[in-house]
């Protein structure tokens, strides 16, 4: 298969190449930094260098593929960050169109059903909406877990602070993902017949609370007695600017929080519960281990 990826040499897009070039697919990677080009080639695939808000280029690199993966890159110096990430989405909606790809597998998040409420997610729920006008395309959008990865922003927290923590609560309900397992997926759904409009759910994880989480990486750092804190908003919206976070960024990321908080973000993905992942936590605790002592 001729195959366009979004995404670089990311967490997910990386393993995704690297499965999928193993696999024998041809395989191209769009990024926006020509830094990247060199490091994509080492995967064995062909960069393509622009960027996702260039409809026309986008149009270039997704025409004569049989399949694509998109992925809404972050940019945290966005003013309005829900109304830039649907705005890619409408970017990719054009060039998908103007292209003529058929096949389309879209990386969205665990309460993306919901319209509003949960942060930068809100923002993916609009993809989804403006991917479902797309006449004659099959579309699969892959709802993610909350990111393990996340809790390597809080290394410091638990260096200087010996806490981890955020605005919910240690017995919250988590469905947390590891990228190779979201790539994983990826490439099975890439290779698979699918039509239509269909969700399908991705996670590592799904039965671990907050407080499992701060014990297991306690442990695996020396620290067993780690405990999770549960932050006012206010508290979590100053940390996160006072960490270097731009107020918009940490606004929306202080609402999805909330959203963890009330049970609401992962309602629909407990009535939809996929095959887990292989990555468990007590796997990306050793992961956050080698990267504190790094």
Partial sequence: MKITLTGSTGN????????????????????????????????????????????????????????IYTMVPPNFAAPKFREYIKGIGENYAAAIKNSGVKKVVNLSSVGADLPDGTGPIAGLHDVENTFAELNEVAVKHLRAGYFYIN??????????????????????????????????????????????????YVASDDESTPADVAKALGDAVGKPELPW???????????????????????????????????????????NRPVLGKVKLQDFANDFAAAYHN
């Fill in 12 to 67: 997910i897009t990386k393993p995704l190449t690297e499965i999928l070039v193993a696999k024998g697919h041809e395989v191209k990677v769009i990024s926006s930094s020509a830094d990247r080009a060199e490091a994509i080639k080492a995967l064995g695939a062909v960069p393509l260098i622009g960027s996702v808000s260039d409809t026309e280029f986008l149009t270039g690199a997704f025409a004569g593929a049989d399949a």
């Fill in 151 to 200: 809790f390597l922003a809080n290394i410091d927290m638990v260096k200087h602070a010996d806490i981890l923590g955020s605005n919910f609560g240690a017995d919250a309900r988590l469905v947390l993902v590891h990228p190779v397992d979201i790539a994983a997926t990826i490439a099975e759904v890439l290779e698979s017949n699918f039509t239509g409009k269909t969700i399908q």
């Fill in 229 to 271: 804190v549960e932050f006012s908003d206010e508290d979590a919206f100053n940390g996160m600017v006072g960490a270097g976070l731009p107020e918009e960024i940490a606004k929306n990321y202080v609402e999805m929080g909330d959203a963890i908080r009330s049970n609401k973000l992962f309602v629909d993905y407990y009535k």
